[in-house]
């Protein structure tokens, strides 16, 4: 009963071992920017304009998801240690969200908490010698190694003696959680990141994901996503931080709003997250 435990939460569905791989000499840094181009032509035919959705559906018997999958078999072949922290950085966000779009294409859509706990800590794909999954792209190496915000995780994502913690960026960018999807309809939109636009796309990310902070001056209230209260410590040590912190991202006038609200005492409130799935409507 245990092994059947264990095994439906860590045993790894590594979705990018194939059985014949074709050659390919490019460098490391080519062969990231091509996993990144098959990603921008399967968002270019199946994901919506907004970035909100995703036709899961059509992608399943499209040649193009399958010249993708050929493609992130490739990563196999990429070290790691040869790329800069920015390209790192930025191939790893694009890993994340297509390896999302790809498990729930072939695994299914996690429907349960158990399910959702399971998919993130089981789904994977290699990257040269190395298995990554989901949890260990967000957690270990783009939070540089936190833990997992669930409450009854208290470790870092990575072991002290986990050769896979020398990829891990050197600090948490919390921009990056405006820039992972889940999967679910309250992410935000999917892009694609390069090592060239990284940071101003991250910048872009996260001004249209804070479009949607709502400031109530006379209720002294400030509406945000669930994601600010999972990841508070990444943003600031209180919740004036983290609004401190996003407040660079709005308009002048609407952070100047949140501002005023701040000086005072002042509660924040959490919109649900829906975990419905972003799957074309």
Known sequence: ??????????????????????????????????????????????????GLWVDYEGMKSSPLFQDFVKEAQKLVRVNLENLTETERKALFLNVYNSLVIHGQVQLGVPASTFQRLSFFQRTAYRIGPHVFSLDDIEHGLLRANRKHPAWFIRNPQFGTSDARRRFCCADVDPRIHFALVCGAQSCPPIRLYTPENLDKALEMAAAAFMSGLVVDRDAKTVTVSMILKWYGPDFGHSERDVLGYVSRFLPASRADELRVVLQDDFSVVYSPYSWDANSKP
């Open 1 to 50: 009963m245990m092994t059947v435990l264990w095994n439906a939460l860590f045993s790894k569905n590594i979705l990018n071992e194939g059985t014949s791989i074709s050659e390919d000499n490019s460098s490391d840094s080519e062969l990231a920017a091509k996993v990144n181009k098959s990603i921008l032509k399967l968002y270019g035919q199946f994901l919506s304009d907004d």
